[in-house]
């Protein structure tokens, strides 16, 4: 298996992003916000509460999300979209106790 079928990205699709959290609780989830500044291009565990809106309505997925349950695919694939390790980042709240 390649290390693209692994992942799965949902764009403007708040329904089958939620899904694929409730289905794969120890899964990683990229939020791609893009741009130059790391910090806004984070990796969080798909449990993170940083992942829920805040807001009822608030869309989640109108900022792009790659999923995945194999972290070495994901960080290899963070690597490719954001052009380097240095230009991403882990989530200090989800990560801190891994
Ligand atoms: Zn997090």
């Not at 349950?69 to 290899?76: K, L, M, N, V, Y």
């Not at 490719?80 to 989800?94: A, F, K, M, N």
Request: glycine letters at 6%.
């Amino acid at each position: 298996m390649s290390n693209t079928s692994k992942l799965v990205t949902f764009r403007n699709d708040d329904a089958g992003y939620r899904r694929w959290r409730r289905a794969h609780p120890r899964g990683y989830v990229l939020n791609l916000f893009g741009g130059a500044d790391a910090r806004e291009n984070v990796l969080h565990r798909a449990s993170c509460d940083d992942l829920t809106p805040k807001l009822i309505n608030q869309s989640t997925t109108s900022v792009p999300k790659v999923c995945s349950d194999d972290r070495t695919a994901i960080d290899a694939e963070a690597d490719q979209l954001r052009g380097g390790r240095d230009r991403w980042t882990i989530c200090d709240h989800c990560f801190r106790w891994a």
